[in-house]
């Protein structure tokens, strides 16, 4: 078992900046691949990215790209998602989750362990 826990949504203005952190415990947490994922209401949940085991690779969707970066630090059992230029369209509940394959999971069917999520609200 891998306990999830999401830190650091909250209210941010549009243009502005917020790093989400994952905690993560249990079993050994550098043999999941680790991902993001974030559900607006009304809607389904969708992918954000996801970085490898390793740490050496990242891969993100095309909404996020050039705006969003995940690190890890599996000393600190911990993944990040930092978060910058937001907008207006990046409000929901951001997820955390951990899957034990090796190459990108970019569905949510492909992840084993999930938090209970963090809120991010973009305001004008």
């Known amino acids: 078992q891998v306990q999830l826990v999401e830190s650091g949504g909250g209210l941010v203005q549009a243009g502005g900046s917020l790093r989400l952190s994952c905690a993560a415990s249990g079993r050994t947490f550098s043999y999941y691949q680790m991902g993001w994922f974030r559900q607006a209401p009304g809607k389904e949940r969708e992918f954000v990215g996801c970085?490898?085991?390793?740490?050496?690779?990242?891969s993100y969707s095309d909404s996020v790209k050039g705006r969003f970066t995940i690190s890890r630090d599996n000393a600190k059992n911990t993944v990040w998602l930092q978060m910058n230029s937001l907008k207006l369209d990046d409000t929901a509940v951001y997820y955390c989750?951990?899957?034990?394959?090796?190459?990108?999971?970019?569905?949510?069917?492909?992840?084993?362990?999930w938090g209970r999520g963090t809120q991010v609200t973009v305001s004008s």
């Open positions: 989750a951990a899957a034990s394959q090796f190459t990108f999971a970019f569905f949510p069917s492909q992840y084993d362990y």
């Open positions: 970085i490898t085991q390793s740490g050496g690779g990242t």
